[in-house]
């Protein structure tokens, strides 16, 4: 979820999606996104996905960020949006002026070498869900462009039908609360992507984390 829209009242989030899963569970579900397609690494925490990232992301890389507490809590988004090391695509979009340069943005964030962020939701049967109230990042993430997705443990989901309560009874109020004190209006679900498995080897990757990190 990212640009917020119209305001709405929502629920507080359930207590019921915040706990980090066991390593028993963490481990079927990277079985089951590898399976699927996808490139998986389980990490201990935070710290070891900002180092990864490090080694994954060559210098000079043209990188969008999704807005993601995930990366901004780990120091990701900072890494690589204001290190200087990559051609970050965020800063120069929220630069611009979407009146007259909207077209140009649209562009930029559909298509950079790599796109970087989180899901709501990953379930133990391998598939990514993401909510978002822009669509801005999903264009990326579907297919444009090469993906990594840091994700918490916490996230974790037994199935799809499950992903889509975190999304709504969880995910949803966290993001509504952040919005509505940075933007002055809650967030809402208005697009949700279901990645159920990559057929292109090699363009995403999940590093799920042990921890619990973001909403």
């Not at 051609?87 to 964030?109: H, S």
Request: proline residues 6%; charged residues 20%.
């Amino acid at each position: 979820m990212t640009t917020p829209t119209t305001a709405s009242t929502t629920p507080a989030p359930t207590t019921e999606f915040s706990e980090p899963a066991d390593a028993r569970r963490l481990e079927r579900a990277a079985d089951a996104l590898a399976a699927n397609g996808f490139t998986v690494e389980v990490l201990d925490d935070a710290a070891a996905a900002r180092a990864r990232v490090r080694e994954l992301i060559p210098e000079g890389t043209t990188v969008f960020t999704g807005a993601s507490e995930t990366l901004r809590l780990s120091g990701i988004e900072e890494d690589i949006n204001a290190s200087g090391r990559y051609d970050a695509v965020r800063p120069r979009a929220l630069a611009m002026d979407r009146a007259t340069q909207g077209d140009e943005i649209r562009r930029m964030l559909a298509s950079p070498d790599l796109v970087l962020g989180s899901v709501a939701a990953v379930t133990e049967t391998g598939s990514l869900v993401v909510a978002s109230a822009s669509g801005s990042q999903l264009p990326a993430y579907s297919g444009g462009s090469r993906a990594i997705w840091i994700v918490g443990a916490q996230k974790l989901v037994p199935d799809l039908g499950a992903a889509l309560r975190r999304v709504e009874e969880h995910a949803l109020p966290l993001e509504s609360a952040r919005a509505q004190a940075a933007y002055g209006v809650p967030s809402a679900v208005n697009r949700l992507l279901v990645l159920n498995a990559e057929p292109f080897p090699g363009r995403g990757t999940v590093l799920l984390l042990r921890e619990a990190i973001g909403f």
